[in-house]
């Protein structure tokens, strides 16, 4: 029998513990990967879920959703990606960064918005974005894994690779060519990325 998403919030706001277990299997995995797109980082994501849900608890009784039940759980992540990314921006040492990345957040935020796609899009583009990466030739997908994920600079590529440092910026440049190409139909929501991935290359 299925049940209606005011009767889940109708049980939730009561306290019904099986009501909540099922919120959070079914949105925990797709409010993560949203998290993360945002925050750049898995255990900040899992923390903001973690207690986005842990508040969605304590707060049960009072909780006011004018649309669905989804959106609003999504939001209330947004928010909360924002919340963290302001508390980080506190600390000189990652002012800038954070201020970067707190506009990036809300120009995506925006973006999405504006042309009307549900926040499930950001799971599509994640996978989307993680095949193309994987039918990147060898070399050229490990250069530009080790700029994107794992933020080192090209000279430290070069070092770990025994490569010159030209060719770590050839095969960036080559492997944003070959995503735009293989992305295109996602190129106005990828549009911050490829200005932050474009930078990526002349970093020193």
């Not at 304590?58 to 209330?76: A, H, M, V």
């Not at 990314?85 to 990345?101: D, I, L, P």
């Amino acid at each position: 029998m299925l049940v209606s998403e005011k009767d889940v919030i109708q049980k939730l706001k009561c306290g019904d513990e099986p009501t909540f277990q099922f919120i959070f299997k079914k949105y925990y995995t797709g409010l993560y990967y949203y998290a993360e797109k945002y925050l750049g980082d898995k255990h900040h994501a899992e923390e903001v879920v973690q207690n986005t849900f842990l508040k969605l608890w304590e707060r049960r009784e009072t909780i006011t959703i004018s649309k669905s039940f989804s959106s609003y759980l999504y939001k209330t992540v947004f928010n909360n990606c924002l919340n963290l990314m302001k508390h980080q921006q506190v600390k000189e040492k990652y002012k800038n960064y954070y201020t970067q990345k707190i506009r990036n957040a809300e120009e995506y935020y925006s973006i999405s918005q504006e042309s009307g796609q549900s926040v499930y899009i950001a799971k599509e583009i994640e996978n989307e974005i993680d095949k193309a990466i994987q039918d990147l030739p060898g070399q050229c997908r490990k250069i530009f894994e080790l700029s994107r994920f794992e933020g080192l600079k090209n000279h430290e590529i070069a070092e770990r690779l025994g490569i010159s440092t030209n060719t770590v910026q050839k095969q960036i440049s080559i492997a944003l060519c070959k995503l735009r190409v293989a992305l295109a139909n996602y190129l106005p929501l990828l549009f911050i990325l490829t200005i932050n991935l474009i930078a990526s290359i002349y970093r020193s």
